[in-house]
């Protein structure tokens, strides 16, 4: 099992430039989530799934979208990047319910400059 | 609004002695809380959850409490060792399935 993994693993950007964040699970979890880090911030939700077919806002989603069309995939993509899009994006999965552990990929480092 | 509050400041310990690390929490009342380690240019890692009627949990040399009247979690690691060395982070339930996230607090266990 490869649990979560995320691609790529660093990228740079230009202001303006899109680009897709990659989230594949191999554990058939219904349930994923896209965060980001930033430092002495914590993890903040941006978009959540709990199925194929099935997104949502989390607390910071604005900038960014989501699709969920198969149970393994969870793609985060930025249309406009922006300097304050900045930060370590974490994706995790995990069994139905948030009493369930959450199960994370090593991120992707992104600098839009 | 929720908040989880856990100790910006680096905790430094040595080798051998019980670390214990803190998280408190106001404006809700959640039915458990989670635990996870988290290594330099790595994603989280799950480590324990305690439910609101389990006062303490243990595995190998760690230990969570929760206490649900002091909105506090306690986090024991004893016997610590260097490899312990890690930022770990609290979370607590939110509404409609999804965890917030406390800040984390680095531990350094030092020889």
């Known amino acids: 099992n490869a649990g979560v993994t995320q691609t790529p693993k660093f990228r740079i950007l230009k202001i303006g430039q899109s680009m897709t964040l990659q989230c594949t699970q191999d554990m058939n979890h219904n349930y994923m989530y896209w965060y980001r880090q930033d430092p002495g911030m914590g993890l903040k939700l941006i978009y959540y799934?709990?199925?194929?077919?099935?997104?949502d806002k989390g607390e910071v989603p604005n900038g960014y979208n989501v699709s969920r069309s198969t149970t393994e995939d969870f793609p985060l993509r930025l249309e406009l990047a922006a300097p304050s899009q900045t930060s370590v994006y974490f994706c995790?999965?995990?069994?139905?319910?948030?009493?369930?552990?959450?199960?994370f990929g090593d991120g992707t480092r992104l600098s839009i400059l | 609004s929720q908040k989880i509050e856990q100790n910006s400041e680096a905790l430094n310990i040595q080798e051998g002695k019980t670390a214990t690390l803190t998280c408190n929490y106001t404006n809700y009342s959640p039915a458990y809380l989670q635990w996870y380690r988290q290594d330099p240019g790595r994603g989280p890692v799950f480590l324990l959850l305690i439910r609101e009627n389990e006062k303490e949990k243990r595995k190998e040399r760690l230990k969570v409490t929760f206490d649900t009247t002091l909105k506090q979690s306690l986090f024991h690691i004893t016997a610590s060792q260097p490899a312990d060395s890690a930022t770990y982070l609290c979370?607590?339930?939110?509404?409609?399935?999804?965890?917030?996230f406390g800040t984390g607090t680095r531990l350094q266990v030092f020889p």
């Open positions: 979370a607590l339930e939110g509404r409609g399935d999804k965890l917030i």
């Open positions: 799934s709990v199925g194929a077919g099935i997104t």
């Open positions: 995790a999965s995990s069994l139905k319910g948030s009493n369930q552990p959450q199960h």
